[in-house]
């Protein structure tokens, strides 16, 4: 059974920081990883997509990384800002068309 | 780009009566649609898995009687909470992909609170 486990479970940090989240999943027969954006009381806003046979994803800010064999993905968060501050959720899609979702990581950049 | 729209975004009802949630695929048609439940300050678990014109699929532990789910056409799936009870108060949120390849990877709508009174 696939698990997704996400740590820190929350992290503070002041505006400027350098930053990572990391995600881990049991089962590394995955077809793609998803990191998602989510604010309080919202819906979940896709932010980067790996597939399965890609080490990395790229966007503005944001990168992504994926280590299948060792089961870990990571998002590196530059030059963070208080804008940044939210629930990061990663999800894997495994053997079937559903998402398993991790923990979530709750940030908050200080001003 | 790829864009569901969930509506409402909030709902308060009675105990006993029944809600119903829509979940639509603006710009793209959606061959499978997940529908997910989140309680506070815990993640997504996956309630059930609906396929356009058959019957959904439900994961261990849902009620299926109680969470009717009908995905009808290409682009709507509605989610009835019958008989609501305070239990059923909750973040409800679903998601959308446009085909049944393993690459896409998922469009979720903007949730809708439901709290039962």
């Known amino acids: 059974k696939q698990e997704v486990t996400q740590i820190p479970a929350a992290l503070s940090v002041p505006e400027g920081e350098n930053l990572v989240l990391n995600c881990s999943f049991t089962d590394s027969a995955i077809y793609n990883l998803q990191w998602f954006r989510q604010d309080p009381g919202k819906g979940l806003t896709s932010l980067l997509l790996?597939?399965?046979?890609?080490r990395e994803q790229t966007s503005g800010r944001l990168n992504a990384s994926l280590d299948k064999s060792s089961g870990r993905s990571t998002l590196y968060i530059a030059a963070s800002q208080p804008g940044d501050s939210a629930t990061y959720l990663c999800a894997v899609r495994a053997g079937t068309y559903k998402y398993i979702f991790g923990t979530g990581t709750r940030l908050k950049v200080l001003a | 780009g790829a864009v569901v729209s969930q509506h409402p975004s909030w709902v308060i009802c009675k105990s006993g009566t029944s809600v119903k949630i829509e979940c639509r695929s603006l710009?793209?048609?959606?061959?499978?649609m997940f529908w997910y439940r989140q309680f506070p300050k815990q993640s997504l678990m996956l309630m059930a898995t609906?396929?356009?014109?058959?019957?959904?699929?439900?994961e261990q532990g849902v009620e299926k009687d109680k969470f009717l789910i009908n995905h009808a056409s290409l682009t709507l799936s509605t989610l009835t909470v019958t008989s609501a009870h305070p239990e059923d108060s909750s973040f409800y949120i679903c998601?959308?992909?446009?085909?049944?390849?393993?690459?896409?990877?998922?469009?979720f709508g903007s949730g809708t609170r439901l709290t039962v009174v």
């Open positions: 790996i597939q399965s046979s890609q």
């Open positions: 998601s959308a992909t446009r085909t049944a390849s393993e690459t896409y990877g998922y469009t």
């Open positions: 710009d793209f048609q959606a061959t499978t």
């Open positions: 609906s396929n356009e014109g058959s019957k959904a699929t439900y």
